[in-house]
């Protein structure tokens, strides 16, 4: 069983920054993959950023350039760095861990643990 809670979310002007923080208990957080999905008012939950075991990292489309995903495996942390926030990066951002596979996992279902989410608003 994987514990998540994120961390850092809040109010910022577009073209400011955000760090979100993810704290994850429970065992062997190493040999698990993580990432960052996102839902906003009526939309779909998208794919933002994971971060495989071995710290390889892809990216959704919109964020590649503006975000980066990064792992402490010590401190059993993920965090996700936003950068040039966009008004339509509005969303409440969930962090997600699953199971490690050698392929770009992007959909929710194949996620099997998630945070409780948290807002980021970015204002135009």
């Known amino acids: 069983q994987v514990q998540l809670v994120e961390s850092g979310g809040g109010l910022v002007q577009a073209g400011g920054s955000l760090r979100l923080s993810c704290a994850a208990s429970?065992?062997?957080?190493?040999?698990?993959?993580m990432a960052w999905f996102r839902q906003a008012p009526g939309k779909a939950r998208g794919f933002v950023a994971a971060?495989?075991?071995?710290?390889?990292?892809y990216y959704g489309n919109s964020m590649k350039g503006r975000f980066t995903i990064s792992r402490d495996n010590a401190k059993s942390t993920v965090s996700l760095q936003m950068n040039s926030l966009k008004p339509e990066d509005t969303a409440v951002y969930y962090c997600?861990?699953?199971?490690?596979?050698?392929?770009?996992?992007?959909?929710?279902?194949?996620?099997?643990?998630w945070g409780q989410g948290t807002q980021v608003t970015v204002s135009s």
């Open positions: 429970g065992p062997a957080f190493g040999s698990i993959r």
């Open positions: 997600a861990a699953g199971a490690d596979a050698f392929y770009n996992a992007v959909r929710p279902d194949e996620y099997n643990y």
């Open positions: 971060i495989r075991r071995i710290v390889s990292t």
